[in-house]
């Protein structure tokens, strides 16, 4: 099993990021996929979380309005669309799977 992010970087606030999530190794169109993410000296949260059709989902309040997270069942693939982002963005992003996969995780930094 294999989850690889992508698209974190260094931006300023107010601006956008997209988060990829690349899965091998499980049938992923049969799990439901989330994006948590974790602060220098915080827990992990819970960031967003889709269903295993798109069909429906689910965000933490913080991120309501700012981020959108879908997935491409046919590329094995979960993304994290982060817009008017802010400094409290700042933290590791990690790609889940089902609750028992994980990424190695990406770094996105919001700084002037």
């Known amino acids: 099993v294999q989850l690889v992010e992508s698209g974190g970087g260094l931006v300023q606030p107010g601006g956008s990021l997209r988060l990829s999530c690349a899965a091998s190794?499980?049938?992923?169109?049969?799990?439901?996929m989330s994006w948590y993410r974790q602060a220098p000296g915080k827990e992990r949260e819970l960031v967003a979380i889709?269903?295993?059709?798109?069909?429906?989902?689910n965000y933490a309040d913080s991120v309501k309005g700012r981020f959108t997270i879908s997935r491409d069942n046919a590329k094995n693939t979960v993304y994290l669309q982060m817009n008017s982002l802010k400094p409290e963005d700042t933290a590791v992003y990690y790609c889940n799977g089902g609750y028992a996969y994980w990424g190695q995780g990406t770094q996105v930094t919001v700084s002037s």
């Open positions: 190794g499980f049938t992923f169109s049969s799990y439901v």
């Open positions: 889709i269903t295993t059709t798109g069909g429906r989902t």
